[in-house]
């Protein structure tokens, strides 16, 4: 009695102290396929992520023909999971719905379904997809040098579809009988895939039809030793395929795939989906089966991204889907696989709205920067009739709408059409439709037809828009697409009889050519208005000179002169309408429209500091603030503004530090009055009205090395002396930089017209005078060194 207490005691005791059994996991049946084949390999895989997520399941991983007998079994219920290609799975789940009342055949279970699977088999099996895994293609392989176009000119030459029982025997099958045959036609061969390679290699077979993964290391072998190469399944037999049987897509076999493949060769494609059949049934037991099965799916998904993302598994290509493997999809998901697929759609959503919604804020803080920098244009000129004349917004909207007709029907017509299969026969093919040539045969669904139509309508318009806008802009001369706006001149309220103003100022040498803008008003004669659009180099505007908005797009404070015009006394009241003041004051709001810092150099700039812009007359630009030291600084343009007689000086007064008045009349009476009395003067003046070269314009010139502290006597003598070169009338000088801040003072002290003969030429001062271009001018400086001498001993000599 004692030894049985004890030993009682002793096994409590063991059994208190021994760990807790772990629960043994529960086995789901799966279905692969040969010991050695890639459905095997994909089952291992997922049985090792089972085991990495820690899963309370285990696969139970059966060894079967491949395809066709895990579907027969998947429909019989002796299995939980199966690999089955997507077109056998399609044609079972099609069997599946048709009812017992429409079905006519006897009681066998064999049918002309896929696998000869029949309707009596497959109804009432509820089949799911969890996903898609790998993908495949149709390789059609034939041995070298033979190339076929057709397999009515096999006759009775080997071939190799299959292993019958598998999906690719199923796919071959289907593909021979899109070109109008049947296996029982065709000398087709029974062996395995490996064997038939040997065939190959002997040359006892010329056709092998496998479907594979792309770059299969048995064909890229093949390939390789040269026996066989890819041959593309003709495009007839694509579309037939695709239309008969919508499980597959069109696809291509990308280049350099294997060796020696330069080109896309067309192709179908099919993909290998993870299947499963939700148990039916009210009862509780059923009920329970279904929970069983949604866990085990949870399992399975998270089974398949750990074997996707395990480095050993890179070679099997699996990667999970759950749309677009297929032209169209029947078998619905799974309600789990719906669910993760869910989840994944709104996360996508919430990235890309929030990276587009960033997009947006960044480019609105960018343009709001650009515009209070000046960079960028008012708004003003964002109008639709601005549009409306400028060729390169229909081209815009051109290119826009073929980008995005392009992606939307390839995204409809890849994976059915085989003239559309990459992003590129889409873009060419959308081209042609734009510029007029719909054809209804190249796409086949009523959506890309209904896109290719507007996109041919659209795009003729464009192109309408675009001619009309170009030959609109090479009608009026001006072939720059891009105005520009930087060192311009600008001539507001202009009038008729300042033609020679635009001749004067349009050509100012070959090293600085100006844009020049012209406004002008709506009393201008219409024969004046084409005289201007006749000249090269020169823009019109239609805009009323007294309001800023329609002269801020000018850009007048980056302007080297405005020059501001009374109007036409010849047209009656009409041509007082704009006064030169009140045109003066909106070029000072207008300024205000473009107001940025802009870089002013200091009194004390040094002398290697940048130098000036403008040629002849640099522009003197003013900076202007109003209260406060933090205000935003005003660069207002030096402005010529034309003033009456009648007008007082004081009016200008307020504007003196960048206004300068031109009285005309009291100028010319002035000019008239000097040269009365001033012989030197009287010279230059008949020299200037009588000079009647027609190309004749104002230029300047560095004056030369010798010339510097030489009197303006010698300079002048010598340009005058040097006529037979070219001709030159000499004007005056034009001295450095100074550091005045009136712009008119400042131009009054640098700008000595027919100085004294006296005055000494400074370094740095540049020769002004009227000759008939440019290099002109300066030719003759850099050869008059010698002249220079002769010309001052003959002084001298005087």
Same mark, same amino acid.
Request: with cysteine; glycine share 8%.
């Given at each position: *009695?004692?030894?049985?207490?004890?030993? /009682?005691? +002793?096994?409590?005791?063991?059994?208190?102290?021994?760990?807790?059994?772990?629960?043994?996991?529960?086995?789901?049946?799966?279905?692969?396929?040969?010991?050695?084949?890639?459905?095997?390999?994909?089952?291992?895989?997922?049985?090792?992520?089972?085991?990495?997520?820690?899963?309370?399941?285990?696969?139970?991983?059966? @060894?079967?023909?491949?395809?066709? %007998?895990?579907?027969?079994?998947?429909?019989?219920?002796?299995?939980?999971?199966?690999?089955?290609?997507?077109?056998?799975?399609?044609?079972?789940?099609?069997?599946?719905?048709?009812?017992?009342?429409?079905?006519?055949?006897?009681?066998?279970?064999?049918?002309?379904? *896929?696998?000869?699977?029949?309707?009596?088999?497959?109804? =009432?099996?509820?089949?799911?997809?969890? =996903?898609?895994?790998?993908?495949? &293609?149709?390789?059609?392989?034939?041995?070298?040098?033979?190339?076929?176009?057709?397999?009515?000119?096999?006759?009775?030459?080997?071939?190799?579809? =299959?292993?019958?029982?598998?999906?690719?025997?199923?796919?071959?099958?289907?593909?021979?009988?899109?070109?109008?045959?049947?296996? %029982?036609?065709?000398?087709?061969?029974?062996?395995?895939?490996?064997?038939?390679?040997?065939?190959? @290699?002997?040359?006892?077979?010329?056709?092998?039809?496998?479907?594979?993964? #792309?770059?299969? &290391?048995?064909?890229?072998?093949?390939?390789?030793?040269?026996?066989?190469?890819?041959?593309?399944?003709?495009?007839?037999?694509?579309?037939?395929?695709?239309?008969?049987?919508?499980?597959?897509?069109?696809?291509?076999?990308?280049?350099?795939?294997?060796?020696?493949?330069?080109?896309?060769?067309?192709?179908?494609?099919?993909?290998?989906?993870?299947?499963?059949?939700?148990?039916?049934?009210?009862?509780?037991?059923?009920?329970?089966?279904?929970? #069983?099965?949604?866990?085990?799916?949870? &399992?399975?998904?998270?089974?398949?991204?750990?074997?996707?993302?395990?480095?050993?598994?890179?070679?099997?290509?699996?990667?999970?889907?759950?749309?677009?493997?297929?032209?169209?999809?029947?078998?619905?998901?799974?309600?789990?696989?719906?669910?993760?697929?869910?989840?994944?759609?709104?996360?996508?959503?919430?990235?890309?709205?929030?990276?587009?919604?960033?997009?947006?804020?960044?480019?609105?803080?960018?343009?709001?920067?650009?515009?209070?920098?000046?960079?960028?244009?008012?708004?003003?000129?964002?109008? $639709?009739?601005?549009?409306?004349?400028?060729?390169?917004?229909?081209?815009?909207?051109?290119?826009?709408?073929? *980008?995005?007709?392009?992606?939307?029907?390839?995204?409809?017509?890849?994976?059915?059409?085989?003239?559309?299969?990459?992003?590129?026969?889409?873009?060419?093919?959308?081209?042609?439709?734009?510029?007029?040539? $719909?054809?209804?045969?190249?796409?086949?669904?009523?959506?890309?037809? $209904?896109?290719?139509?507007?996109?041919?309508?659209?795009?003729?318009?464009?192109?309408?828009? $675009?001619?009309?806008?170009?030959?609109?802009?090479?009608?009026?001369?001006?072939?720059?697409?891009?105005?520009?706006? #930087?060192?311009?001149?600008?001539?507001?309220?202009?009038?008729?009889?300042? +033609?020679?103003?635009?001749?004067?100022?349009?050509?100012?040498?070959?090293?600085?050519?100006?844009?020049?803008?012209?406004?002008?008003?709506?009393?201008?004669?219409?024969?004046?208005?084409?005289?201007?659009?006749?000249?090269? =180099?020169?823009?019109?505007?239609?805009?009323?000179?007294?309001?800023?908005?329609?002269?801020?797009?000018?850009?007048?404070?980056?302007?080297?002169?405005?020059?501001?015009?009374?109007?036409?006394?010849?047209?009656?009241?009409?041509?007082?309408?704009? @006064?030169?003041?009140?045109? /003066?004051?909106?070029? @000072?709001?207008?300024?205000?429209?473009?107001?940025?810092?802009?870089?002013?150099?200091?009194?004390?700039?040094?002398?290697?500091?940048?130098?000036?812009?403008?040629?002849?007359?640099?522009?003197?630009?003013?900076?202007?603030?109003?209260?406060?030291?933090?205000?935003?600084?005003?660069?207002?343009?030096? /402005?010529?503004?034309?003033?009456?007689?009648?007008?007082?000086?004081?009016?200008?007064?307020?504007?003196?530090?960048?206004?300068?008045?031109?009285?005309?009349?009291e100028l010319a009476d002035n000019w008239l009055a000097t040269a009365s009395h001033d012989p030197g003067f009287a010279q230059l003046f008949h020299d200037l009205v009588s000079f009647d070269e027609d190309n004749s314009e104002v230029y300047t010139a560095e004056v030369p090395s010798w010339f510097v502290g030489k009197p303006w006597r010698l300079l002048r003598r010598v340009l005058y002396r040097a006529q037979n070169r070219g001709g030159a009338i000499p004007v005056g000088l034009f001295r450095g930089r100074s550091n005045g801040a009136n712009a008119g003072a400042e131009l009054e002290r640098r700008l000595l017209a027919n100085p004294p003969l006296a005055t000494e030429v400074l370094p740095g001062d540049r020769v002004v005078?009227?000759?008939?271009?440019?290099?002109?001018?300066?030719?003759?400086?850099?050869?008059?060194?010698?002249?220079?001498? %002769?010309?001052?001993?003959?002084?001298?000599?005087?």
């Open positions: *009695m004692r030894a049985l207490l004890l030993a /009682t005691a +002793l096994v409590s005791f063991a059994s208190l102290a021994a760990p807790a059994r772990a629960a043994e996991p529960d086995v789901l049946r799966f279905g692969a396929g040969s010991k050695t084949g890639g459905f095997t390999k994909i089952g291992e895989a997922l049985q090792a992520g089972l085991e990495d997520i820690d899963a309370p399941f285990a696969l139970d991983i059966q @060894h079967t023909a491949g395809s066709c %007998e895990n579907i027969q079994s998947l429909l019989r219920g002796e299995l939980d999971f199966g690999l089955v290609q997507y077109d056998v799975a399609a044609e079972a789940f099609k069997a599946s719905r048709v009812s017992a009342e429409d079905d006519d055949e006897d009681d066998g279970l064999t049918g002309g379904y *896929m696998c000869q699977i029949s309707s009596k088999l497959a109804r =009432g099996a509820d089949l799911r997809v969890i =996903g898609a895994l790998t993908d495949g &293609a149709v390789h059609m392989l034939v041995r070298r040098p033979v190339r076929l176009n057709s397999l009515d000119a096999l006759g009775d030459h080997p071939i190799y579809i =299959g292993k019958d029982g598998s999906g690719s025997f199923e796919t071959g099958k289907v593909i021979v009988g899109a070109a109008g045959k049947t296996v %029982e036609e065709l000398n087709a061969l029974q062996m395995g895939s490996s064997e038939a390679f040997e065939a190959m @290699h002997r040359g006892e077979l010329l056709v092998m039809v496998r479907t594979t993964e #792309r770059g299969d &290391a048995g064909i890229a072998k093949l390939i390789a030793s040269g026996v066989a190469s890819v041959n593309p399944l003709p495009d007839d037999v694509l579309n037939r395929l695709i239309d008969g049987y919508p499980y597959y897509r069109v696809c291509q076999i990308e280049p350099k795939t294997y060796p020696g493949l330069e080109f896309g060769l067309p192709t179908v494609c099919v993909s290998t989906v993870l299947l499963t059949r939700v148990p039916a049934g009210d009862d509780a037991e059923a009920a329970r089966l279904r929970a #069983r099965n949604s866990d085990a799916v949870e &399992a399975m998904l998270g089974a398949i991204r750990s074997a996707a993302r395990d480095p050993k598994n890179r070679e099997l290509g699996i990667k999970l889907a759950w749309r677009g493997f297929a032209e169209q999809e029947p078998i619905p998901l799974h309600a789990v696989s719906e669910e993760h697929e869910f989840r994944k759609n709104r996360n996508s959503v919430l990235a890309y709205g929030g990276l587009g919604l960033f997009v947006i804020v960044l480019i609105w803080l960018l343009r709001r920067y650009l515009k209070r920098r000046g960079i960028i244009r008012d708004g003003l000129n964002s109008t $639709f009739e601005g549009h409306l004349s400028n060729p390169l917004v229909p081209f815009a909207a051109f290119a826009i709408l073929v *980008m995005i007709s392009t992606v939307i029907v390839w995204s409809i017509e890849h994976d059915s059409n085989a003239h559309l299969r990459t992003l590129d026969d889409s873009f060419w093919e959308i081209n042609t439709f734009a510029t007029g040539n $719909f054809s209804a045969e190249t796409v086949k669904t009523s959506t890309a037809r $209904f896109i290719g139509a507007v996109a041919t309508i659209a795009g003729l318009g464009f192109l309408a828009w $675009f001619t009309a806008a170009l030959t609109n802009l090479f009608g009026r001369d001006q072939t720059r697409l891009f105005q520009r706006l #930087r060192g311009h001149v600008v001539i507001l309220n202009f009038r008729e009889d300042m +033609l020679p103003l635009i001749r004067l100022l349009r050509a100012p040498g070959p090293t600085q050519i100006r844009s020049i803008h012209v406004v002008v008003s709506d009393n201008l004669p219409k024969r004046v208005r084409l005289h201007l659009a006749k000249i090269k =180099g020169l823009t019109i505007h239609h805009q009323n000179p007294e309001v800023p908005d329609d002269i801020a797009e000018l850009r007048l404070p980056r302007a080297a002169r405005v020059v501001v015009l009374q109007g036409d006394l010849r047209y009656g009241g009409k041509g007082l309408r704009y @006064h030169p003041l009140r045109i /003066t004051r909106a070029v @000072h709001q207008a300024c205000g429209r473009d107001v940025r810092p802009r870089p002013m150099r200091a009194p004390d700039a040094p002398p290697n500091a940048a130098p000036d812009e403008s040629g002849v007359l640099p522009a003197a630009q003013t900076t202007l603030a109003t209260t406060g030291h933090r205000t935003p600084r005003r660069a207002l343009p030096t /402005t010529l503004v034309e003033a009456g007689d009648h007008e007082p000086r004081e009016l200008f007064d307020p504007f003196r530090g960048w206004v300068i008045p031109v009285r005309g009349r005078a009227i000759c008939e271009d440019e290099a002109d001018l300066i030719e003759i400086l850099q050869r008059s060194e010698k002249l220079a001498e %002769e010309t001052a001993k003959t002084i001298a000599g005087a």
